[in-house]
């Protein structure tokens, strides 16, 4: 019994001994072929050119990156020159202007100012939303100087450059007096301010005053085009034809793609974009408040133009001029529905004006025809032949015609006095 499992013990030995062995061979083999498919890889990419590196902003934009207190973010400056236009605008015009050219346009809050005193800015968001998640990533402000037009534009890289962008901005505009803005006043500079006060800075706007140029370019054109965004009076008043510009719904896209993949060509657009803006904005201020200020002596070519400022100018108290607007905006032509318009008012200032034979030729014209303001005419004239010629057949009868149109207690209670005013033998009749 003690030699067979002397005999069992031996060979399970010897087993166990060739399959280890065996089994180290493959290690090795495998080892083996594990060495030479990292050779491989190795001489792979020893063959293969170093990695470049990402192209940086200044290799797409002309520009440099500007260190302050706050840290670091990216700066461009982009000139045209005095000689240069902007459509129609000569670029030389913008350091012509009077010292008192926005004086009326702000009501009297800027009344005298020197061009080189404005900051023409406009700002390209992450979203149009506004509120404390919204970031102006880019900031451009324009200024008129002796070499021309300038154009400053102040761009954070990353979130964390906010703090360095905000510092340099304040201390840009701390050289002028007045801040132009299409629509800032109720978007731009209310975000800025958001965004100075979350990163415990004092807002730069205080010292400033502000005129939004959007409120003066509705008033003139409002009546004329279906839109007065900048782009198109870009286009309808200045003449100039923008091409291949980024659409302003693709902005927040391109810089959040830019955030991604750190590749900046698509962020040309949007520079270029922003200094077109704040170039027309610099030039319609050399339109609109020039209007407001001389409103019969500058070239207005159409007639719902002068209809705008017209009613402008009657709001001010401005009545004689308005007068003279209305009635060349008449003369000019005007759509239906705005020339009944703009008649009825006109006929309203005449008589406020005390100028009755003017009004009451006003008001009969649009006795004549159907229009929202006829039965109003009549009436006027029942009230022209009652009180100043005194003739209450007429005006009984431009009563009865004011009440076939539309009736009201005023001028039921009209018609009743005048038929107890009526001589007794008209009243047979």
């Known amino acids: 019994m003690e030699e067979r499992n002397r005999d069992r013990f031996i060979s399970w030995t010897c087993y166990n001994s060739s399959e280890q062995k065996a ?12 060495r030479q498919r990292i050779a491989a890889v190795d001489r792979k990419y020893a063959a293969a050119p170093p990695a470049q590196p990402k192209p940086r902003i200044e290799d797409w934009i002309s520009g440099a990156e500007v260190q302050t207190a706050a840290g670091a973010h990216f700066e461009c400056t982009r000139l045209w020159g005095r000689h240069q236009r ?5 670029l030389a015009e913008l350091e012509e202007w009077p010292a008192d050219l926005l004086h009326a346009i702000s ?13 023409f800015l406009d700002t390209e968001t992450t979203g149009l939303a506004g509120g404390t998640g919204t970031y102006p990533f880019l900031v451009g402000v324009g200024g008129i100087t002796e070499r021309g037009f300038e154009v400053r534009q102040f761009f954070m890289r990353d979130y964390a450059e906010e703090p360095s962008q ?12 007045v801040l132009v803005t299409y629509n800032g006043r109720a978007y731009d500079q209310p975000l800025l301010e958001t965004r100075f006060r979350l990163a ?23 009546l004329h085009f279906e839109s007065c965004r900048l782009v198109e009076l870009e286009t309808q008043i200045l003449g100039y034809e923008r091409e291949g510009d980024v659409p302003g719904s693709m902005i927040p896209y391109l810089y959040f793609e830019y955030l991604r993949t750190r590749h900046a060509g698509r962020l040309a657009g949007i520079f270029e974009h922003n200094a077109l803006d704040i170039v027309t904005l610099a030039c319609l201020t050399g339109i ?21 400022l017209g009613r402008w100018l009657r709001k001010a108290e401005r009545l004689d001029d308005a007068a003279v607007l209305f009635r060349r905006a008449i003369e000019k032509g005007l759509p239906d529905e705005l020339l009944w318009r703009t008649m009825w008012d006109s006929a309203l200032l005449e008589k406020k004006q005390g100028r009755e034979a003017a009004a009451t030729a006003l008001f ?21 032949f009652e009180h100043k010629e005194k003739n209450v057949a007429m005006a009984l009868d431009m009563t009865d015609a004011a009440l076939r149109l539309g009736r009201t207690e005023s001028l039921l209670k009209r018609r009743e006095r005048l038929a107890k005013k009526q001589s007794p033998a008209r009243r047979l009749l």
Do not use: C
Request: overall charge neutral; glycine content about 8%; charged content about 20%.
């Open 23 to 34: 089994n180290l061979s493959s290690l090795g083999s495998q080892l083996d072929l594990l």
């Open 86 to 90: 902007h459509g129609s605008m000569h």
């Open 107 to 119: 009501d009297g809050a800027i009344p005298n100012t020197t061009p080189q005193r404005l900051a």
């Open 166 to 177: 905000l510092t340099a901005l304040s201390e840009f505009l701390e050289q002028f007096d």
């Open 200 to 222: 415990r800075m004092k807002p730069p706007f205080g010292r400033m005053e502000h005129l939004d140029l959007l409120y003066g370019a509705r008033r003139l054109w409002k």
């Open 288 to 308: 609109v408040p020039r209007a407001f200020a001389e409103p019969l002596s500058v070239k207005l070519h159409r007639g719902a133009e002068m209809v705008g």
């Open 364 to 384: 009969s014209e649009l006795s004549t025809v159907r229009n929202p303001h006829q039965g109003g005419a009549f009436e006027e004239l029942a009230k022209f």
